[in-house]
């Protein structure tokens, strides 16, 4: 389990040099392990830029990573609410850039 | 000193207030001093009839940038006619002892004190927002204060993300109860909206106007993650709330409090500032 207060050292998870830094735990700890879970338990706040960092980029650069990671121990409504919007905009990303290269793919061959 | 032991003095004039002239008047002053360098320089009171408080964070890191940029000194003029009309700059921390504290007692309780933070200074900065802007008087203690403390995140967020700066965060704001009011400052010292937006885009974004609206609709600069949530998040619970939400970058002051949602032209200066001014009587969950 990687519990992000303990990567960052702090209770907010506020910057996105914080994120970044999660999202490269994540990564490596994927390396030595098919079973990640990522706890935000004892995190006060929780912003968009730290998000973005760490999971929005996780989506965009390893989805399928992402789909084995578990989130646990966000208990704040808020950070709830965080991780669902940047998760579904992630996604949406990841879906119109394989769409864009979909289409791409298609007329290169046509 | 004398007056006559001073290179330069410059003179505040008339009505500083949170919006557009306002922010014309202060950085006037570097525009005024930015081509000379090492110059011993006196600010005078005398012709100010008002200042917003929460300017001082503007004022403040103006000053910053022609201190450590032109290697300027700047004091004071007439400290007794300060604190006689003018008593919020020493109680606020624009104007310090020699120890660096606050020349007079808050006894009014009416600042938030004027701080600055470095961008990657977040706790520091969380702290100031919870105990000196959140737990003032203005606001009630209720879990409104919470959302409202993330929003503040956010906009922290966002300038160590965007603004490509390592010079400090100012940060000042100053309740006023008879309007029901607090106004709350933010400034950085970055390199504005314009430039890594224009870039994202490959040029389709070429105006500040365009840069400031792009940003508050929730469009990122990230190619490879999402973004630019925050920023929107602030300004709609300003909307919601009847507050007003300013943000002056390059050459443009944008914001919902000059009639309609619209923007002013300005001339440049460096960085971006944040207006929030809370509506203290409609602030709701």
């Not at chain 2, 190619?223 to 709609?236: M, P, R």
Request: aromatic content about 12%.
């Amino acid at each position: 389990m990687i519990r992000i207060k303990e990567i960052i050292g702090k209770s907010s998870a506020v910057l996105h040099s914080d994120g970044v830094k999660v999202y490269s735990a994540i990564v490596d700890a994927f390396t030595r392990s098919n079973k990640v879970e990522l706890s935000f338990d004892g995190l006060e706040i929780c912003t968009t830029s730290f998000l973005n960092a760490s999971l929005g980029k996780l989506i965009i650069s390893n989805k399928s990573l992402f789909d084995k990671l578990g989130l646990v121990n966000f208990d704040h409504s808020m950070i709830n609410e965080k991780i669902q919007l940047v998760t579904s905009k992630a996604t949406d990303k990841v879906r119109r850039d394989d769409y864009d290269e979909t289409l791409r793919e298609y007329y290169q061959g046509a | 000193m004398s007056e006559y032991q001073y290179d330069f003095i410059y003179h505040l004039k008339g009505n500083i207030t949170t919006h557009p002239s306002g922010y014309k008047r202060i950085t006037d002053i570097y525009f005024t001093l930015k081509d000379f360098k090492n110059k011993n320089i006196l600010i005078g009171f005398k012709d100010l009839v008002w200042l917003d408080a929460n300017l001082c964070a503007l004022l403040d890191a103006v000053l910053f940038e022609l201190t450590t940029v032109n290697g300027h000194t700047f004091h004071a003029a007439d400290p007794e006619m300060i604190e006689k009309n003018f008593a919020v700059l020493m109680r606020n921390g624009f104007i310090l002892d020699s120890d660096s504290n606050p020349i007079m007692h808050d006894d009014n309780k009416s600042c938030v004190r004027l701080n600055k933070f470095a961008p990657n200074e977040d706790v520091a900065f969380l702290n100031y927002i919870t105990k000196d802007l959140l737990g003032h008087s203005a606001f009630s203690k209720n879990s409104l204060n919470w959302q409202l403390t993330e929003h503040f995140a956010e906009l922290f967020a966002n300038i160590e993300t965007h603004a490509r700066t390592i010079k400090p965060v100012f940060a000042c704001g100053q309740y006023y109860p008879k309007q029901n009011e607090l106004k709350f400052t933010i400034v950085d010292l970055g390199v504005g909206f314009l430039e890594p937006i224009y870039s994202h885009t490959k040029g389709e974004i070429t105006s500040y106007e365009e840069a400031i609206e792009w940003a508050i609709k929730g469009n990122t600069t990230k190619t490879s993650e999402t973004g630019g949530i925050g920023l929107k998040s602030l300004y709609d619970y300003c909307s919601n709330n009847r507050g007003y939400f300013n943000i002056i970058s390059g050459d443009t002051y944008w914001g919902n409090s000059l009639g309609e949602l619209g923007s002013r032209k300005i001339k440049p200066f460096i960085g971006t500032t944040v207006h929030l001014i809370f509506n203290i009587k409609n602030i709701k969950v």
